[in-house]
């Protein structure tokens, strides 16, 4: 039982229809606004995806959206990266009728977002300014079903946010971190790069951690091996050095790009011709 | 785990009986009922008439027999029903929760109650970890492997662990984390199997004693790295000092015990004796002097552990100095410190986030239960971990009517006519108006294959200071047999369907006939005034209108003004008690039966005087509580 | 209690299963219900997400022949729920995936009878046994396995690869054991018990 607005990715520049309402009309439940959409055309986007809003909305190549994921543009542009999954039911974007997401600070906002320097080429014009309450991914960013990003969030690279999180306004996720499931990340919030943010609910139920990086070298082992190596010989300090942290999020972004892979293969296909 | 409404719970008459007493078993079975003298103290007095007593759901004791109804047995020797207060309990297997393995008894012991395969959980936040290779790209499962948490993606690179092969993860890691055992100097120690340097730990508690601490044998490690007698990990310490005390006492001790058993006799009185006498024996020589003993040697004084290699560790004095720097430093930070959660099951040195290793599975049990007084069995599960069958239960559900309750919507007609109830046609129970009656239809469902008759009581106001009306429309009725299980499936699928679909619309409730009857349940109607809550009285009469209840609130009288939430007011008596607002009606519950039952009538309190032939009748009594629903505030 | 639906909110089918005329069902061709299920509102069902078996081989944007991968696998199954469950409000059932040497596939999710899945709960299980509760706002992150009785409390995010063993109760994120249900859980009309009941109720 599909929607009835059957939103295919636009090949490029689709014309827009109400790109140049007000943008503060959001919050006082306007007709659903089809934003001006730039999809890269490797992008897989699946028909019950719901666009609403005003304005423009970027998506990247490779990029999977599953089904009734919903977009809302009606506080800022919203620009999905390269590579991206967004999942069924998550929600970014203020939906009409909650308010429009009113932020107040645009902390490094733009900095964010001029590093980022393939993000969809095909800008519409509207999608890198620096206004407020847009929302930005960068490329390999996951997010997960019923998760929520209001409006003003930007989340770096390689980020996953799990299932039914929830990203509150203005929040910069840094790269390689993750919000894990149910997780509440309060307004304005910075997490920095490589973290886990993971507990229950929010603040004091909220439990942080940084992912290892670099190689590390366990004191115990160490200890003990410092003399008894023939015991644990092999396991140390062979092969040109210790095996670093970052080669686990080498493995954890290949099987995304297998993932997205197929995933565009699914969504692709149920859809009949993308 | 809170229910939501309406739920039922039963009260376990051992609330009311003493403590179980295993001298006094014969008589606490017998009666059962019976008030204890400890627990209303006030009305000490009245202990006769215990039955006059209401249950009173909010009193602080209730919280302590009131029992969801599926978490109830039912002993057939005391006819009586047991909550897990009544029960004792003995372990069948252990198995570990991961990989549902079996683990025999005879190694729980020695793996420390943890599993003894691959199955760990994170150390950073619990989740179960994965064997997962390194090199994913070619897709070959040969590469090196780590256990690495899906939640919140710690990996054993983190601590700078990897494995060269997926199995045997916890021997692997013992291997690298653990003293080997030593060879040279402390022959007994070699002679020591690994288990047994473990299993002080894991006597008294789930600490994986495999993990050795880490910050307490760096400085070993600087001092003398060459040296291999020296224990460095905390259990090597302890196993060191351990032996070489074991070594002390016998060397000290004048008759020839075997050194070897010595640990473990040392609960027996001899041993005891003779570890006194160590002591006493030289004072009382050096006392008297008389050397009256002088026929034995004297024992060589027992000396403490001096050296490293005897398990002696001497915090360097800078130690401390540098984990506290270490804290302060960049790289380290709030994140970098272990949480108290983390290091509960962690070594004792370990401070920071990398010191933290995997942590084996606990592993569970499966266990069946007795009757605490009578010893019979109660539940006994099957043996396999996998299984979910049992070969005994006697749930309480078998032998109790099972109490469920949905809110009687009011006939269309009556809404009408009172356009203030058209809202009440589907009453929220989690806020429900006060003063506004509502029908609720309770129905009891027979589990026996006897007919039973039942009494309800409830108190015509329910305790508190939330005073709300309750009258059971009709308090005496039966419920058919269980008789035949084909009927049931039979009717199952037709009767409820009536009786939710159409009654409603067709009947008014009255006093003294049951609502609907089914061939083993019955239902009833039960009516319900919500009391107002203290503070909300003028607020909510606004609403509702005067009416003659006001006699009953008496203890909201005088308060004024809506309730304080916020907690400023400084009167306690004005201010909502959590949970005060829930309305909880306590039910006497009282069934009759004959039983044609093989089981002496002598036996248990139920049994009375028997009927003629082999039917007995039975009776079974207790407290039963409704949570109907929330008033609203 | 679920809420008064408006009349011929469900559809029902020749095996009783009612399901909501508002769920939003994906790839039916690849889920099989037992019968007497109920899917409620807004439940998202990805039966599209089924196991091909030669899944390995297209690369990321050889879009080469999308019909025939999804032709080929016509009979490959996504999802499989068993007699008088119940899949509430808002909940999303996904089958699990993995990356097994370097193929990510997906694998189908199976759910057993008589279990109940509450409001706004995500399903990525491998397996859900016979008589399961879940509660609302409940994860059940990918390849885990609930066996049956378990009782996943309200709010849980039990996570991936997570083994529930029966009877016992988990709750918290990420997850443990927090209890066990009693003996009497699951006895017909008791708690773990109102399949049927529930059943009774949806119109």
């Given at each position: ?61 490779g ?21 991206c ?7 970014l ?22 590093k ?103 004191p ?39 993932e997205?892979e ?13 | 785990?809170?229910?939501?409404f ?20 014969r ?15 006030p ?13 009173d ?43 549902l ?38 897709g ?9 948490c ?12 990897k ?42 508690s ?18 003398q ?36 058993d ?43 552990a ?6 002696l ?12 720097q ?5 790289d ?48 006994k599960?099957e ?43 589907a009453?929220?129970?989690d ?25 309800l ?20 009725f ?18 409820p ?5 159409t ?7 009255e ?18 005034v ?28 005088e ?49 009375g ?25 | ?28 061709q ?50 499989t ?22 193929v ?17 709960s ?6 859900v ?36 063993p029966?009877w ?8 443990r ?27």
């Open positions: 039982m599909p929607q009835p607005n059957l939103l295919r990715p636009p090949p490029h520049h689709r014309p827009s229809t109400q790109s140049n309402s007000q943008p503060s009309s959001g919050s006082s439940t306007p007709k659903p606004a089809q934003p001006p959409i730039t999809a890269s055309s490797s992008a897989t986007i699946a028909e019950s995806v719901v666009f609403q809003g005003t304005f423009p909305v970027t998506i990247g190549r990029t999977i959206i599953h089904p009734r994921a919903r977009i809302y543009s009606f506080a800022g542009p919203v620009v999905i990266g390269n590579e999954i967004i999942s069924e039911k998550c929600v974007g203020t939906p009409p009728g909650e308010g429009t997401g009113t932020v107040v600070s645009t902390t490094g906002m733009a900095g964010d977002r001029n980022e320097n393939q993000r969809g080429g095909q800008t519409t014009g509207g999608g890198g300014g620096g206004e407020e309450g847009a929302i930005q991914l960068s490329s390999s960013v996951t997010i997960g079903p019923m998760a929520s990003i209001a409006a003003g969030v930007t989340i770096h690279s390689g980020v996953v946010v799990e299932t039914a999180a929830a990203i509150n306004g203005n929040v910069d996720i840094g790269a390689h971190s993750k919000i894990c499931a149910r997780a509440e990340i309060s307004a304005g919030a910075m997490i920095r790069e490589w973290t886990v943010v993971w507990g229950a609910g929010k603040g004091a139920g909220l439990r942080r951690r940084v992912r290892v990086q670099g190689g590390k070298v366990n115990i082992v160490q200890s003990l091996n410092g003399d008894t190596a023939a015991a644990t010989a092999g396991d140390k300090a062979e092969e040109g050095g210790t095996l670093e942290g970052r080669i686990i999020e080498d493995a954890r972004l290949l099987g995304m790009r297998r997205r197929a995933l565009a293969r699914f969504i692709g296909a149920s859809k009949g011709r993308r | 785990m809170s229910r939501p309406p739920y039922a719970y039963i009260s376990c008459p051992c609330a009311n009986t003493p403590a179980p007493d295993p001298s006094r078993k008589r606490s079975r017998e009666s059962p009922q019976k008030a204890s003298p400890e627990k209303p103290r009305e000490l007095q009245l202990d006769d008439e215990e039955d006059e007593q209401t249950f759901p909010r009193a602080p004791r209730s919280n302590f027999s009131l029992y969801p109804p599926e978490q109830l047995l039912y002993c057939e020797d005391c006819h009586q029903i047991k909550c897990p207060r009544c029960i004792t309990e003995e372990i069948l297997c252990w198995y570990c929760p991961n990989c393995f079996e683990t025999p008894s005879s190694m729980v012991r020695s793996e420390g109650n943890r599993c003894a395969r691959n199955c760990f959980n994170c150390p950073a936040c619990t989740a179960p970890l994965s064997v997962t290779t390194l090199e994913n790209r070619g070959d499962q040969s590469g090196p492997w780590v256990l690495s899906g939640y919140c993606m710690w990996t054993t690179l983190d601590i700078g662990i494995f060269d092969k997926p199995t045997n993860i916890r021997a692997q890691l013992a291997k690298m984390t653990t003293e080997p055992s030593m060879p040279a100097i402390h022959t007994r120690q070699v002679s020591k199997t690994f288990g047994d340097l473990k299993s002080p730990l894991s006597m008294y789930s600490i994986d004693d495999q993990l050795p601490p880490v910050d307490g044998s760096r400085p070993d490690n600087e001092d790295p060459s040296d291999t007698s020296i224990p460095r990990t905390r259990n090597a310490r302890f196993a060191a000092l351990k032996t070489f005390y074991k070594d002390q006492v016998a060397a000290t001790t004048t008759s020839g015990v075997d050194p070897g010595f640990g473990a006799s040392f609960s027996s009185p001899n041993t005891l004796h003779r570890i006194m006498s160590i002591y006493t024996a030289t004072r009382i020589t050096a006392l008297y002097g008389n050397g009256n003993k002088k026929a034995r040697n004297r024992p060589p004084v027992m000396r403490e001096v050296s490293a290699n005897e398990g560790a001497l915090p360097k004095p800078s130690s401390e100095t540098a984990i506290i270490r804290m302060a430093s960049d380290c930070g709030w994140d970098g410190l272990a949480s108290l959660e983390q290091r509960a099951f962690q070594s004792p040195d370990a401070r920071f986030v990398e010191d933290l290793l995997p942590l084996p599975s606990l592993l569970r049990t499966k266990r069946s239960k007795r009757c605490k007084s009578c010893k019979h069995i109660l539940v599960p043996f396999k971990p996998s299984s979910t069958r049992y070969r005994i239960r006697l749930i309480a559900l078998s032998y109790i009517p099972l109490a469920t309750m949905r809110p009687l919507i009011l006939p269309p007609t009556t809404s009408a006519s009172l356009p203030s109830l058209s809202s009440a046609a009453p929220n129970l806020a429900l108006t006060p003063q506004r009656p509502i029908q609720l239809l309770l129905t009891l469902k027979n589990h026996m294959f006897d007919p039973v008759r039942i009494t009581a409830t108190p015509s106001v329910t305790p508190g200071r939330v005073a709300s009306k309750v009258t059971i429309l009709c308090p005496q039966d419920i058919g047999a269980n008789s035949d299980v084909w009927d049931e499936a039979l009717q199952s699928a037709t009767a369907d009536r009786s939710s679909r009654s409603p619309y067709e009947k008014v409730a006093a003294g006939k049951v609502w609907d009857k089914g061939r083993n349940w019955t239902t009833v109607v039960l009516e319900v919500p009391g107002s809550l203290p503070g909300l009285k003028l607020k909510a009469y606004k609403g509702v209108g005067d009416d003659d209840n006001d006699d009953d609130d008496d203890d909201s009288d308060n004024e003004g809506a309730l304080d939430w916020s907690g400023k007011s400084k009167d306690p008596a004005q201010q909502i008690q959590p949970d005060e607002d829930v309305l909880d009606i306590p039910v006497f519950v009282r069934m009759e039966w004959n039983s044609d039952s093989q089981i002496d009538p002598e036996e248990g309190i139920g049994s005087k028997g009927l003629g032939g082999d039917s007995v009748k039975r009776e079974l009594a207790y407290w039963m509580v409704l949570g109907v629903g929330r008033i609203e505030s | 209690m679920p809420p008064k639906a408006a009349k011929g909110e469900y559809i029902e089918t020749d095996t009783g299963n009612k399901i909501s005329r508002r769920s939003q069902i994906h790839g039916t690849h889920i099989i219900l037992g019968g007497k299920s109920i899917i409620q509102a807004d439940a998202v069902i990805r039966g599209d997400l089924f196991r091909t078996s030669s899944s390995s081989a297209s690369t990321p944007d050889s879009k080469s022949d999308p019909k025939a991968a999804a032709g080929g696998a016509g009979n490959s199954i996504a999802i729920i068993g007699r008088y469950s119940y899949i509430s409000r808002s909940a999303i059932l996904r089958p699990p995936s993995r990356l097994h040497r370097g990510h596939s997906y694998f189908p999710l199976k759910i057993g009878d008589h279990v109940f899945v509450g409001e706004r995500v399903v990525e299980a491998a397996s046994g016979n008589h399961v509760h879940i509660g609302k706002d409940a994860v059940i992150g990918s390849m885990a396995i609930l066996k049956e009785f378990a009782y996943v409390l309200d709010g849980a995010v039990v996570p991936a690869g997570m083994v529930v029966s016992c109760v988990v709750g918290g994120a990420p997850a054991i927090v209890g066990e249900v009693g003996e009497g859980y699951g006895v017909e009309g008791a708690e773990g018990g109102m399949a049927r009941e529930r059943y009774r109720m949806v119109r």
